[in-house]
């Protein structure tokens, strides 16, 4: 499970998060993954290889996984992102947002 460290970003600094973030204007959710990824990992994202692993209704957050990418896990931005680290997801970091730990253990039947 790819995470990255949050910092400086005024929104839950120090915890680990999902590569993420907003749509924008025009674009939809697979877009927006797509281009998350490159603009914070450097890694390019074949769109058809994406499939939904979760949605949460209550913020209309979408869940994709991707176990294929192109170029090379690179920190793009080192002013918000501290690292980019794998972990297993059974074993993932103490200080992870709450939920994407639940979102998490809902995907990989984790109790």
Same mark, same amino acid.
């Given at each position: 499970?790819? &995470?990255?460290?949050?910092?400086?970003?005024?929104? &839950?600094?120090?915890?680990?998060?999902?590569?993420?973030?907003?749509?924008?204007?025009?674009?939809?959710?697979?877009? *927006?993954?797509?281009?998350? %990824?490159?603009?914070?990992?450097?890694?390019?994202?074949?769109?058809?290889?994406?499939?939904? %692993?979760?949605?949460? @209704?209550?913020? %209309?957050?979408?869940?994709?996984?991707?176990?294929?990418? #192109?170029?090379?896990?690179?920190?793009?931005? @080192?002013?918000?992102?501290?690292?980019?680290?794998?972990?297993?997801?059974?074993?993932? @970091? %103490?200080?992870?947002?709450?939920?994407? *730990?639940?979102?998490?253990? #809902?995907?990989?039947?984790?109790?």
């Amino acid at each position: 499970m790819l &995470l990255y460290l949050r910092k400086n970003t005024g929104y &839950l600094d120090g915890y680990w998060d999902l590569i993420s973030g907003h749509v924008e204007n025009g674009e939809d959710a697979t877009a *927006a993954i797509v281009r998350e %990824a490159l603009e914070k990992a450097g890694i390019v994202i074949n769109s058809a290889q994406l499939s939904i %692993a979760h949605v949460e @209704p209550r913020k %209309a957050d979408i869940f994709f996984e991707c176990s294929n990418w #192109t170029g090379t896990i690179t920190n793009m931005e @080192p002013d918000k992102c501290a690292a980019l680290e794998f972990f297993q997801v059974h074993d993932l @970091p %103490a200080h992870i947002i709450d939920n994407v *730990a639940n979102v998490l253990k #809902t995907i990989f039947s984790l109790s």
